[in-house]
């Protein structure tokens, strides 16, 4: 049911942002909802699905905001650990965010970019992954690419770019991608996440990478990397 459209009645209010509800459903079953709103709610709410969540093994639950609102896992699972005697298990949302890098290593001849395929995946991109509690953006992106390649990056000052799309029709996905140097070509991949890699010159990457998103970004990469050099 993500993305779409309700009007949940509400039941009580849980916490400062939070409440609890319930609607009847298109196919007559009532759907249990938390509510997440930094407005006043009163009786009836009217927002979107953002999450489908499960609580302490086999309480499933709607989690509904407005329209135009936007809560990331982090957010959702900070809401929701002030909640007592409730443990949240499982949780799928519409909006992702992850972090990644565009890595770069100044070989002899040339400098090349590392491009990887993901196991679930057809086509060649950057590493990246999803930001986890507590994390900054930076963070996130040098632990996912230590988890996926084994490489230890540094981080370059001016650029963040990022990426946004729906890859399976409702899930709504923001990547941030940084430029990051490698100081060895050296890879040893995170076989359970990454299926290949790849060190490519920028003119191959373009060729190699299909999606506007990314080849925007090689383009964005390139100036870069040149000034740094």
């Not at 779409?4 to 039941?11: D, G, L, S």
């Not at 499982?90 to 395929?117: A, D, M, P, Q, W």
């Not at 999803?130 to 084994?150: D, F, N, P």
Request: glycine share 6%; charged share 30%.
């Amino acid at each position: 049911m993500l993305a779409e459209k309700v009007k949940v009645n509400i039941f009580g209010k849980l916490g400062k942002n939070l409440y609890s509800g319930y609607f009847d459903s298109e196919d007559f079953t009532t759907k249990k909802v938390y509510i997440l709103s930094d407005k006043p709610v009163n009786e009836v709410f009217h927002g979107i699905v953002i999450a489908e969540a499960v609580f302490g093994g086999d309480d499933e639950r709607l989690i509904v905001a407005e329209e135009n609102a936007i809560y990331y896992e982090p957010d959702l699972r900070t809401e929701f650990s002030y909640l007592k005697n409730t443990t949240l298990t499982s949780l799928k949302c519409l909006y992702e965010k992850s972090c990644g890098g565009v890595i770069f290593y100044n070989g002899k001849s040339n400098t090349r970019i590392l491009l990887v395929k993901n196991n679930n995946g057809k086509y060649w991109s950057f590493p990246k992954g999803h930001i986890e509690i507590g994390e900054t953006e930076k963070e996130t992106a040098i632990r996912e690419i230590k988890e996926e390649t084994s490489l230890d990056v540094e981080i370059k000052d001016g650029f963040r770019e990022i990426s946004e799309y729906c890859p399976f029709g409702k899930i709504r996905k923001h990547v941030v991608f940084f430029l990051a140097q490698a100081f060895t070509n050296n890879v040893k991949i995170q076989e359970e996440e990454i299926s290949e890699y790849i060190w490519v010159d920028l003119q191959q990457a373009r060729k190699l990478c299909t999606y506007n998103n990314d080849l925007r970004i090689i383009s964005k990469a390139e100036t870069a990397i040149k000034l740094i050099k």
